[in-house]
Structures are given as C-alpha cells and as structure tokens.
C-alpha cells in the first residue's frame, strides 16, 4: 500500500480551499495536476490533518467528463472515499462558475450518481454565493446502507440500539450514501455526539459503516441537527445528512417535507417534493487557495 512518504513524486499540489457552512474541503485539479489514484487515500490525509497539513474534511478532485459539466471525487479526512457530499458538491458548482468552466445550470458526475446543480444567487462581483442541489430520491429499504439486521427490502424506522450507555431508535436513510438519524428531545453536545458516533459508525450492523446524525425537532418545519459523519468525525454541516434527517423525520411523522434545518455551521433549506426527489440550498463560501508542498 502506498505510504505518505511516496507523495514526493506529485507534489506541489495546487488547492482552492472552499466550505459550506464550515464543511470544508481543499479541491484539486484533476485535469491540470493529476494525482496516481493509489495516491489520494495518502493525500487526503496528510493535506486535510489540521497540524501537519492545511486542514479540512477532505479532498475533492474535480475533473473533466464526456457526458457531464465535470466528475467529482470525495476522499475523507481517514483517506477513505465517498459516495457524495451535499456541502462539497455547492463548492464544487462555485470552484467551476467562478472560474468560468461551466454557467448556472451543471451536472456532476458523482459514485451516488449525476447529480444536478445551479447557482441561485451571485455576489456584487458575480461570483457564486447560494447553490440548490437536486439531492436525488432517497432510499429507505436497509439493504440500501446496507444494514446487516433484518430484511434488505424492508425500512429501518426507530431501530433500537444501545450503544455507550446510550438506548437509540435510528431511522435509515442512504442518500447515495449511507445515514442513520436518532430523534432527541433537546440537541445533544459535540462530545456526546462524538462519543455514540464513533460507535454507531463502526457498529457491525453497517458493513459499509455510516453516518450518524441527532435531530430534536423543534416545530414540523424547523430541525436542529448535529453530525458525526463516516470518515471526518464531528463537522460543522452534512448536505446529505440533513437531507437525511429531513427524509427520516417525514417517514415518521416528526417534520413536514419542507424544514429549515440549522446545523452548527449555519442553515439549510431542504424540500423533499412531490416528485420524490429532496432539494437543498445553500451557501458556498471561497476560504483561499495554495500549493501543498512537503519541505
């Protein structure tokens, strides 16, 4: 398995890094400045570790497509790779608009599929400011995560299981990735999220691990929501994790189908429409951008 110590032969790596309500991520050029695929588990961590590296939830590479405004690829701050990101696919629109590389409307080719995107709102200096995502139709049959109890075509609705002293009810959710949400009635603190989300993220029911989310609901179209997501940890905002809560709060008569849902990095509008499919909108938000060189 490549080592750290083999990044040598492809850096310096120029980045641009970019975040949606604090989830951030450092985007890379695949087309200008590829890196060997064996590589980018290696990459990913050393370049988002926030002592030794610049520090974010991950990378994203994006690069050209035949068939779509550009591919993107998601790799945590572990090295592991995701699905999608709803926060990293709104810097994506930005990092390509902003650049003059694609218009309002783009699709993006990600591992959960195409995803549609389109800037909603410019700044005075007409650079991307709010993006809406089609976040696709989200899937409730367990075999979807996949979650190993159970059948695989039935849903998973307030699933009991304790972990850490802690006696949870999770609603399963895969937005093209995988999500469980547990319902509280006052949201819990970082470090006991942390705590049960380590856990639940590497609970054997989850052959693929998962994402891990609290919600307290505070009316049927507002949702306060905290994240433990598979491969970064605690982060500020999870686009697919929040369209998760929405979903799970729907199929359980908690939320209606359109809430605002504020998450520690700021707020989310979220649909889940008529046509089945969840719509968020968000804010995407340029921090700076570099080279990454090991010296």
């Known amino acids: 398995m490549p080592a750290e110590a083999d990044l040598a032969a492809v850096l310096p790596v120029p980045f641009v890094k970019l975040h ?16 060997p695929e064996s590589l980018l588990p290696a990459l990913a961590r050393r370049m988002s570790d ?36 709803g926060n990293g ?6 990092y390509l608009f902003d650049r003059g590389r694609a218009g309002r409307e783009q699709r993006i080719h990600t591992r959960a ?51 850490a002293g802690e006696r949870l009810a999770l609603t399963a959710v895969s937005m ?24 639940v993220e590497h609970h054997p029911w989850f052959p693929a691990r998962t994402n891990f989310h609290v919600a307290e609901v505070v009316t049927p179209e507002h949702v306060r929501i905290r994240h433990w997501e598979r491969g970064s940890g605690l982060t500020l905002a999870c686009g697919t994790g929040a369209s998760a809560v929405l979903v ?7 939320l209606a189908r359109r809430v605002r849902a504020d ?18 909108t968000g804010p995407a938000e340029e921090i700076c951008a570099g080279t990454f060189a090991l010296r």
């Open 50 to 85: 926030p002592n030794f590296g610049v520090g974010a939830d991950g990378i994203i590479v994006v690069a050209g497509h035949p068939t779509h405004t550009a591919a993107m690829r998601i790799f945590n701050r572990d090295g592991s790779e995701a699905e999608m990101c």
């Open 20 to 35: 949606g309500l604090g989830n951030s991520y450092l985007y890379i050029d695949g087309d200008a400045h590829p890196v």
């Open 113 to 163: 599929g195409t995803i549609g995107i389109r800037v909603v709102d410019v700044d005075p200096a007409g650079r991307a400011r709010t993006v809406a995502v089609d976040m696709g139709e989200p899937r409730l049959e367990r075999g979807s995560l996949p979650l190993a109890v159970g059948a695989p075509d039935e849903p998973a609705r307030d699933l009991p299981l304790e972990v």
């Open 248 to 254: 799970a709060g729907a199929v359980t008569g908690r």
């Open 263 to 280: 998450v520690p990095g700021g707020t989310l509008e979220l649909e889940w429409a008529a046509d089945g499919r969840v719509r968020m």
């Open 176 to 199: 093209g990735n995988p999500h469980v949400v547990h319902f509280v009635p006052a949201l819990w603190d970082a470090e006991r999220t942390a705590r049960v989300g380590r856990l």
């Open 89 to 94: 696919i709104r810097g994506v629109a930005k």
